[in-house]
Structure formats: C-alpha cells, structure tokens
C-alpha cells in the first residue's frame, strides 16, 4: 500500500482520502453512523440578529417541522390512495405546525416563500441554515418512517 499508514487504504501517500476497488470484497450489511458539527461564527450571528433572526434554536425547530411534516406526508401517503384524504391531511399538518411554530420561526413550510425573498432581498446570511434545517428534517423524517412505519411491500 502507498498510504502513510498502511493499515488505512483509504489513504494516498499524501493522507488525502481516496477511491479504494471493493468489487472483489463479498456483500455484506452494514451500518453507519454520522455526525456533524455546525461552527457558527460570532459575526454571522451578528448578521442574523440585525435581519430579524431572533433565536439560536430557530434552525432546530425548523427542522422538527419538516420532520413532522414530511413523515407525516410519508406515512398518508402509505396508508390512502385518496387524494382528498391526502390534500386534508397535508393541508392540516401545515396548519396545524405554522399555527404552533410560526410565532418561533415564521415556519415557512415552502422553499418558495423563504428562498425567493431572502434572495430578492439579499438575507444571504439565512439560506444555508434553512437549507441545512430543511435537509436535515426531510433526512430525519425518511429516517423515522422507515425505522418506525416500514413499507409492507418492502423486502429489506
């Protein structure tokens, strides 16, 4: 192996990670887990405050909303071929969570009414910790639904 430490080949002879040939290697299952940590410079909070952001945990219940948003899609979705029954229930989980998170966060629900005036009006500063918010609850909600209310027709 060329890696600085040979027991690592996922390693260059830099230290730099790189493509390995598994395709030799047999299937197996496997978990993995992640985690992350967001460092928020003091600067860009000052930013934040000066445009109306008012909470350091805005970005958490942005992403419970979507979280309980979409599971709550996934699982009407899995349950109703209805289309009305599908359109209520959406329709009452936005209600339901802009009536419960608005006055926190303005709860915004569509990357339509965030994105396109914080673009017109140049609020840069806000757009990656919605998209980040938004990411991380779709990602959580797709988590829940299949650890908790897997699809009957699913084989795995």
């Known amino acids: 192996m060329d890696s600085l430490n ?16 598994v395709s030799a290697k047999p299937q197996t299952d496997r ?14 909070w000052t930013k934040l405050a000066g445009n109306g952001f008012t ?19 996934l699982l009407i979705v899995q349950r109703s ?10 329709g009452g989980t936005v209600a339901l969570l802009a009536f419960i998170a608005g006055p926190l ?19 840069w500063a806000t757009l990656p910790f919605y998209l980040a918010s938004t990411t991380l609850g779709a990602w959580l909600a797709c988590d829940i639904k299949h650890q908790f209310f897997p699809d009957r027709s699913s084989t795995d």
């Open 6 to 21: 040979p027991e690592l080949s996922h390693l260059d002879e830099k230290g730099l990670p790189k493509m390995v040939d």
């Open 31 to 44: 978990t993995a887990e992640a985690e992350a940590v967001v460092i928020f410079p003091e600067d860009a």
């Open 55 to 73: 909470t350091k945990k805005g970005a958490l219940f942005e992403v419970a909303i979507t979280a309980a948003l979409m599971a709550s899609i």
């Open 81 to 90: 071929s209805s289309r009305v029954m599908i359109a209520l229930w959406v």
């Open 105 to 123: 966060t303005g709860a915004s629900m569509n990357p339509a009414r965030t994105l396109g005036p914080n673009l017109l009006n140049g609020m």
